[in-house]
């Protein structure tokens, strides 16, 4: 029972959350002017979702350069909303 509640906690978190703004990608503490190490670090943690946060300043490329590298390595949810809050 212990190993299977183990393997449930670290078997990923439900929901993460990455901010794209228009010259930084960021997840966590990883920041980057690039998506790879944001990208490697959503994997890392295994969700079922990633919630991108951005602001209507982001060109649309960035976030689909986020979503089609990460769609390469993790089969997930991704939602997105626009947030002022971090523009």
């Known amino acids: 029972m212990a190993v299977a509640l183990a393997a449930a ?6 929901t993460v959350d990455v901010t794209i703004l228009p010259h ?3 997840v ?7 998506p790879a190490p944001v990208v490697s670090e959503v994997v890392r943690r295994r969700p079922h979702e990633v919630h991108v946060h951005t ?4 060109p649309p490329a ?3 350069q986020f979503h089609h590298e ?3 390595q ?3 949810k991704m939602t997105l909303s626009f ?4 523009c």
Request: glycine residues 6%; hydrophobic residues 30%.
């Open 9 to 14: 906690c670290t078997s990923g978190h439900t």
């Open 24 to 26: 930084e990608y960021r």
């Open 28 to 34: 966590g503490d990883v920041v980057s002017a690039v």
């Open 55 to 58: 602001c209507s300043s982001t």
């Open 62 to 64: 960035r976030v689909s």
């Open 70 to 72: 990460l769609e390469t």
């Open 74 to 76: 993790l089969k997930a």
């Open 83 to 86: 947030t002022a809050r971090a």
